[in-house]
């Protein structure tokens, strides 16, 4: 019996496996790794990649294929180089997969201000895009937008009327601005404009690209009421072109992340906010 037993116990591999065995990283996963190495080492080496992630060099050479072309990584011999931190923090690729569930969060109270009928404007940015999800069950809401991702969300939305601004594409954001931006913006009216910002400094809005400031201007400047949906890591982070100020939303919602003295900085200059 004691010798039926062992055999049993070679041929189960749930008793043979190691307890702490790590499970392979999906992909999205480990080019999330990549892009953090890069970003805190600023060069990377392909060979330490493979070793690191566990996988091969052909695997790690596919990676820097597809980042490359998503604007976030340059490749080099035999490793890969970061892109400014401007330019890789503003590309919508980068922008989509950060702070995922907060963003989600914000979207989700930011839409609970939309009645139907209304018709709103929503500017470029990855955290009112997770909006068209919410906007998509409403009734006769008119949607105006410089974005092509929103666009794409939500076309087939039969109870949405969508309004494109046109203009000059730019892949990096995923949107549109210029002249032709701006001014079909200027021609229209709505209830509500939702934005973001890439950076909260002094409680003051930044961006990093001034094509689109002009674009959250012209938004800011054709809507009754403007709300604002920020993630607590903008209070970190720095951008270069100042547009507007907290208190001239009528809405902020920022995520329930946010650090005790930010939260008391916020108070004391009587800003208004909705921890979310």
Known sequence: MAKSKKSDSRQDPGRNAEPDEKQPMKAEERRQKILDLVQSQKTVQLDQL????????????????LLESRGLLRKERGGATAESSLLFESNFHYRRQTDETSKEELARAAAELIEPGNAIMLDDSTTTLLMCDHIAQMENITVITNSLAVCERLREASSVRLIVTGGNYSETHQSFSGIICEQALSQLRSDWAFLSASSVIDNRLYHQ????????????????????LLTSRKFKTRALTHFADLSEFDKVFIDRHLDDATKQRLNHSRIDFDLV
């Not at 493979?50 to 294929?65: E, I, P, Q, Y």
């Not at 959250?216 to 009421?225: H, I, V």
């Open 50 to 65: 493979a070793k690191t992630l566990g996988v091969s060099r052909m695997t790690v050479h596919r990676d820097f294929d």
């Open 209 to 228: 690209d001034q094509e689109i400031v002009r674009v959250k201007l012209a938004l800011m400047a054709a809507s009754e009421r403007k709300a604002l």
